[in-house]
């Protein structure tokens, strides 16, 4: 399974465990969090490296913009930055 698989294994044990997520979000606010988080995660039985998830990130962005024919020559800040999304959907999750 490739981290997309993981993000998503992870995504939903996240809902269903409230510990899970709440530990995933407070590591978030430390001094590296994306390390942080990815050590949380690799506790846990969740195979997301730190350099596998900002490349994901990079990969995705790098997907839209190749997808609208040369139109998007320029990246949109923060599409590359699935650590933000993951946390943001984990937050939402808490509402």
């Given amino acids: 399974m490739g981290i ?3 993000l998503v294994r ?3 044990c996240a809902k269903a465990d409230e510990s899970l997520r709440k530990e ?9 969090p994306m390390k942080s988080f990815c ?14 998830l900002f490349a994901y990130g990079e990969d995705m962005n790098d ?6 024919n040369g139109g998007g020559v320029n990246a949109i800040e923060g599409w ?3 650590f933000a999304q993951i946390i943001s959907e984990l937050r939402e999750m808490d509402k």
Avoid: P, Q, T
């Fill in 63 to 68: 997907s839209k913009l190749r997808s609208v």
């Fill in 10 to 12: 992870l995504s939903e």
């Fill in 80 to 82: 590359n930055d699935a």
């Fill in 4 to 6: 997309y698989g993981e």
């Fill in 24 to 32: 995933l979000l407070a590591s978030a606010e430390g001094v590296d």
């Fill in 39 to 52: 050590d949380v995660c690799l506790k846990n039985g969740f195979k997301i490296y730190l350099g596998e």
